[in-house]
């Protein structure tokens, strides 16, 4: 009986712990320029604003146009400003700042809770 509730208490840890925003996946991807990991966290297209290119896309294109802005801005730092936790309706924001080459830009991601995860709807990109 008591490896049921065990079973049952990691199930539920488990499920609490996925709705969280993945905040480590982009720090990570920003600072390490990694655009396949930032643009993995959305569904099926990415409203998308860089410089240079404004738009919802496909993530395979998505991800062509990221690498490209971090070919123009490499290995720059990347702070995190805000942090929002999710609203009953699901969507949550977190905002940060990526600098690179002397630049400093906002980034601003926009998730949306889908029935069973959270997906990065848009990324906005735009210099400060």
Do not use: C, W
Not at 34 to 50: F, R, S
């Amino acid at each position: 009986m008591n490896g049921i509730y065990s079973l049952l208490s990691a199930l539920l840890i488990s499920l609490s712990l996925s709705s969280d925003l993945p905040y480590a996946t982009i720090q990570r991807g920003m600072e390490t320029n990694d655009a396949h990991a930032i643009v993995g966290l959305g569904k099926d297209k990415i409203v998308l604003q860089v410089p240079g290119s404004d738009g919802a896309y496909p993530l395979s294109q998505a991800e062509m146009i990221l690498n490209s802005f971090f070919q123009k801005n490499p290995r720059g730092t990347f702070v995190f400003r805000y942090k929002n936790t999710k609203s009953v309706e699901g969507n949550a924001t977190a905002i940060g700042s990526y600098v690179a080459k002397g630049n400093s830009y906002r980034a601003t991601f926009q998730f949306r809770s889908g029935k069973y995860e959270t997906k990065l709807e848009s990324l906005s990109i735009v210099k400060e």
